[in-house]
């Protein structure tokens, strides 16, 4: 009996955690980001695909180093062209990061832009770090924020999306 309790409870708190947020649909704000050399980068320059994937991430989350390091290894080849992370960048630490976690030089990863003073992570209403945001015609259509113990549980989700 107290191992069930405690499943409910794991269950329960791992919804909250990670809820899928079907926020309503709304125009994805203007987002005053920089590329990885500093130069500041339209919200319309993210990506030039009707849909795809925007990935709002953190230095500072263990959940954020393991979605990375999945993502490497699951071969989503020109699918990449559907998915941009955002990096916040308020941390002293955070260009030090990029190039370690987002290395420039590693085809197997997205394009990568910076949210230097975190007015994107407001604007976005990220409220955990990753924070994956389906945007579909310039507006929002859901999103996903929370703590990713296992980030192949979302693989399926993000591969349906940037197909």
Not at 63 to 83: D, I
Request: glycine residues 6%; without cysteine.
């Amino acid at each position: 009996m107290k191992v069930r309790v405690m499943a409910l409870l794991t269950m329960a708190l791992g919804l909250l955690v990670a809820s899928p947020h079907a926020a309503e649909k709304r125009a994805l704000p203007a987002l005053p980001l920089v590329d990885v050399q500093g130069q500041a980068v339209a919200t319309a320059a993210l990506s030039s695909e009707p849909q795809w994937l925007l990935i709002y991430v953190s230095p500072a989350s263990p959940a954020t180093e393991r979605l990375v390091a999945a993502m490497k290894t699951w071969e989503l080849g020109t699918s990449l062209r559907k998915v941009v992370f955002v990096v916040d960048g308020r941390s002293p630490e955070s260009a030090a990061w990029i190039d370690r976690v987002l290395p420039k030089t590693d085809e197997n990863l997205p394009p990568r832009f910076v949210d230097p003073k975190g007015e994107a992570r407001t604007a976005l209403r990220v409220t955990g770090e990753p924070t994956l945001m389906g945007i579909s015609h310039g507006e929002i259509a859901w999103g996903l924020a929370g703590v990713l113990n296992d980030p192949a549980a979302i693989e399926p989700v993000i591969r349906t999306w940037i197909k």
